[in-house]
T-cell receptor, first 115, second 112 residues
């Protein structure tokens, strides 16, 4: 069975500073990896995804993530955060099953950007 | 595209009442997922459908919960009878070809 670990439940950071949100996964087969963002009182929105190919994936709002198979990690980074990036971020993994793939989500990391 | 549509957006009911949550997936998507989000348990997958057929309902907490997908454009999640511990935000998501899931805005359920 697949699982996702987000070790940091909260990450405070000052505006314009860089940030990294950590995600590790476990799976016995090939996986797809995703980062979603949830703003207050809203649904989840896809930030970026890794399906195959280049291990460095760029997403919306200046975020990027790197797939590291040997370390089973998919950390999310942004070189300079903005107040509007304050939100909860979820890492998710999906195993390819040939049908509708269910996602397993991590517990989320609350990013709080301060002035 | 209108995205995934959920109704109602907010529901307040009393313990013991029946609650029905509705979801309209994105046109052309063939998989639909129901999730529940709470502070204590985070985001939990309740059930998902492929081509209107329930594939995995292992996340449905109890027999009080049931879900149906009578056609490709509509699904319901029903709780009967509802209890205060069912209070949560319920999300519906849909996908095509099993890649990224598109989430609806959620239904915030409060059971008094």
């Amino acid at each position: 069975a697949q699982s996702v670990t987000q070790l940091d439940s909260q990450v405070p950071v000052f505006e314009e500073a860089p940030v990294e949100l950590r995600c590790n996964y476990s799976s016995s087969v090939s996986v797809y990896l995703f980062w979603y963002v949830q703003y207050p009182n809203q649904g989840l929105q896809l930030l970026l995804k890794y399906l195959s190919g280049s291990t460095l994936v760029k997403g919306i709002n200046g975020f990027e993530a790197e797939f590291n198979k040997s370390q089973t990690s998919f950390h999310l980074r942004k070189p300079s955060v903005h107040i509007s990036d304050t939100a909860e971020y979820f890492c998710a993994v999906s195993e390819f099953t040939g049908g509708g793939n269910k996602l397993t989500f991590g517990t989320g990391t609350q990013l709080k950007v301060e002035l | 595209d209108a995205g995934v549509i959920q109704s109602p957006r907010h529901e307040v009911t009393e313990m013991g009442q029946e609650v029905t949550l509705r979801c309209k997936p994105i046109s052309g998507h063939n998989s639909l997922f129901w999730y529940r989000q709470t502070m204590m348990r985070g985001l939990e997958l309740l059930i998902y459908f492929n081509n209107n057929v329930p594939i995995d309902d292992s996340g449905m907490p109890e027999d009080r919960f049931s879900a149906k997908m009578p056609n490709a454009s509509f699904s319901t999640l029903k709780i009967q009878p509802s209890e205060p511990r069912d209070s949560a935000v319920y999300f519906c998501a849909s996908t095509r070809l099993g890649n990224e899931q598109f989430f609806g805005p959620g239904t915030r359920l409060t059971v008094l």
